[in-house]
């Protein structure tokens, strides 16, 4: 790939948006020219923010990125957004052994799917090995407003979802 743009696809559910999903985005940018955070719609799951409010989410949460990154959502097979956009990776974060099982059934679907598209895995920095959108989900829910877990604008979000106090 070498003289050609490099342009890396990290699709998730981002529902809500993580640090350790910044995280593994920042590390992104120190690889590749360009970087889509793909937000899925996923029809047979009920997330809690509808796709129009995670992609609003995502882009106050990199403001300060640049115009390196990018932001989609889109239904239907990754390695299909990839194309459309143009995409010749795809990023998935891994925090734990039982990320890399489902990830690599993955990485090797997408590769029969689009041999000419190369899977990179990225681990979070450490401090947001824990971190996931379900863990941050359940923690407002019962009421806990933690500012380390997500950014501000994500947090006063989950604040109005869950009905909580300001």
Same mark, same amino acid.
């Given at each position: 790939?070498?003289?050609k743009?490099?342009?890396?696809?990290?699709?998730?559910? %981002?529902?809500?948006?993580?640090?350790?999903?910044?995280?593994? !985005?920042?590390?992104?940018?120190e !690889?590749f020219d360009?970087?889509?955070?793909?937000?899925?719609?996923?029809k047979?799951?009920?997330?809690? %923010? =509808?796709?129009?409010e995670?992609?609003?989410?995502?882009?106050? +949460?990199?403001?300060? %990125?640049? *115009?390196?990154?990018?932001?989609?959502?889109f239904?239907?097979? !990754?390695?299909?957004?990839?194309?459309?956009?143009? +995409?010749?990776?795809?990023?998935?974060g891994?925090?734990?052994?039982?990320?890399?099982?489902?990830?690599?059934q993955? &990485?090797?679907?997408?590769?029969?799917l &689009?041999?000419?598209m190369?899977?990179? %895995? !990225?681990? *979070?920095?450490?401090?947001?090995?824990?971190? =996931? =959108?379900?863990?941050?989900?359940?923690?407002?829910?019962?009421?806990?407003?933690?500012?380390?877990?997500?950014p501000?604008?994500? +947090?006063?979000?989950?604040?109005?979802?869950?009905?909580?106090?300001?």
């Amino acid at each position: 790939m070498t003289g050609k743009k490099v342009i890396a696809i990290y699709p998730g559910s %981002f529902d809500p948006v993580t640090f350790g999903h910044l995280d593994i !985005l920042r590390r992104s940018l120190e !690889l590749f020219d360009t970087v889509i955070a793909a937000i899925l719609v996923n029809k047979e799951k009920q997330p809690l %923010f =509808s796709p129009e409010e995670r992609l609003e989410m995502m882009q106050e +949460a990199i403001g300060d %990125f640049g *115009p390196r990154v990018e932001t989609i959502y889109f239904d239907g097979l !990754l390695v299909e957004a990839a194309r459309q956009h143009n +995409a010749n990776v795809i990023i998935r974060g891994i925090r734990a052994v039982s990320d890399y099982e489902y990830e690599l059934q993955m &990485a090797l679907m997408n590769r029969k799917l &689009a041999p000419d598209m190369e899977t990179v %895995f !990225l681990v *979070p920095d450490q401090k947001y090995s824990y971190l =996931s =959108s379900r863990l941050v989900k359940e923690v407002f829910s019962r009421g806990c407003t933690p500012e380390c877990l997500v950014p501000d604008a994500v +947090a006063r979000r989950l604040v109005k979802k869950y009905n909580l106090p300001q």
